[in-house]
């Protein structure tokens, strides 16, 4: 049938243009339990960017030796730009660092405001947001990479700590000094109005969405809050770990999250069975890696380090690469139709004359 087939083509051809032009990780990997890759993480002093190896499998969690990246002025929140340049929040120097991967070299960009710690990159992938604890918000464009701008805030509150992207539009901000104790609501980039939802509440610090629970996390002192991101106003489930100080989350997308705390522990949460952090049946494991850990980079999604695709040789091809697509698709389509219509002059003739027709060809 030349309708399957050709549907089939088109299929494919819109999967591997789609390939080609895809940035960081946006894909929701597979529910399953098994898990494992790179953390990356900061320490604050001395400021570091650092990297381990993680493999969770049967309710078990092992992580391999640190490994260290690069010393830098100053080091906070962490995320990806779509290029795989790693993006550190320079604290107290304004910048936004820039650390190549592999190698470490160093690059600072100013941010436009007086403080940059935590780090996130919006969806488009073609802006850095960092802000103080809590501070000014800067926006930082990465394509190409350049010195930040400050954007005004008013509303609810002028000053923030993290953002947080949700694939409908939505942008959830936290304000909280490092204690984590502080307000929580949404912010429209476009014009800097800020709405909060929740005010003097732990947990108010770090912040991530979520794909496997279509949920925002939220992070500071010893809580982990879990809101739904269809109405952020709502607390879908929560969970305390006394004696952490807990600063930034980041998801595996199967329903598992790592969580920063700045006494030197990784959380690791597992509540893929029920999608509940605070669930008794959800798991947590704690596992000690250095003394004044920071913050770790997200895992899926906007700031996730990119997945290898063959979007540079795209890029460079450029036009010629679409043209020549386009030519093969119009080929095989043209062929199919001749094979169709091959076939249905076949199927008109008498079944004595298709078989002698079938002979000769």
């Keep these: 049938m030349v309708l399957p087939a050709l549907a089939v083509l088109l299929a494919g051809g819109a999967a591997v243009g789609l390939n080609k032009g895809s940035g960081p990780s946006s894909v929701v990997p597979a529910r399953s339990l098994a898990s494992s890759g790179t953390v990356y993480f900061t320490t604050f002093s001395p400021p570091t960017v650092s990297e381990v190896r993680y493999r969770y499998r049967s309710g078990s969690l092992s992580l391999g030796r640190p490994r260290l990246v690069a010393r830098t002025p100053g080091a906070d929140g962490l ?41 996130s990159v919006d969806p488009s992938g073609r802006a850095a947001w ?31 700590t993290a953002l947080a992207f949700a694939p409908d539009g939505k942008v959830l901000y936290t304000s909280s000094p490092p204690d984590g104790v502080g307000d929580i609501g949404l912010v429209d980039l476009a014009t800097g109005t800020t709405t909060r939802l929740e005010t003097g509440v732990v947990g108010a610090h770090g912040a991530a969405y979520d794909p496997f629970t279509n949920c925002f996390l939220v992070v500071g002192g010893d809580t982990i809050l879990q809101l739904d991101a269809a109405d952020p106003s709502t607390v879908v489930s929560e969970l305390a770990e006394p004696g952490t100080q807990l600063d930034q989350v980041s998801v595996t997308g199967r329903g598992q999250a790592f969580v920063a705390s700045n006494n030197g522990e990784l959380l690791f949460v597992d509540y893929s069975r029920t999608g509940r952090v605070g669930d008794v049946s959800s798991k947590v494991t704690t596992r000690y890696v250095t003394a004044d850990l920071d913050d770790v980079a997200p895992l899926v999604g906007p700031g996730a380090k990119p997945v290898p695709t063959d979007a540079p040789a795209w890029r460079t091809a450029g036009e010629a690469s679409l043209g020549a697509e386009a030519l093969l698709v119009a080929g095989l389509v043209a062929w199919l139709l001749r094979r169709a219509r091959k076939g249905r002059s076949r199927a008109t003739l008498p079944s004595w004359d298709r078989r002698r027709r079938g002979r000769r060809l």
Aim: proline content about 12%; cysteine-free.
């Design 79 to 119: 995320a990806f730009a779509p290029d795989g340049r790693l993006l550190l929040g320079g604290q107290g120097t304004g910048d936004v660092i820039s650390v190549s991967l592999p190698g470490g070299q160093l690059q600072s960009i100013p941010s436009g405001v007086p403080g940059a710690f935590h780090v």
């Design 130 to 160: 960092t802000s103080g604890e809590p501070g000014r918000l800067a926006k930082v464009p990465l394509d190409p990479l350049a010195p930040g701008r400050p954007v005004t805030l008013h509303g609810s509150d002028t000053a923030v």
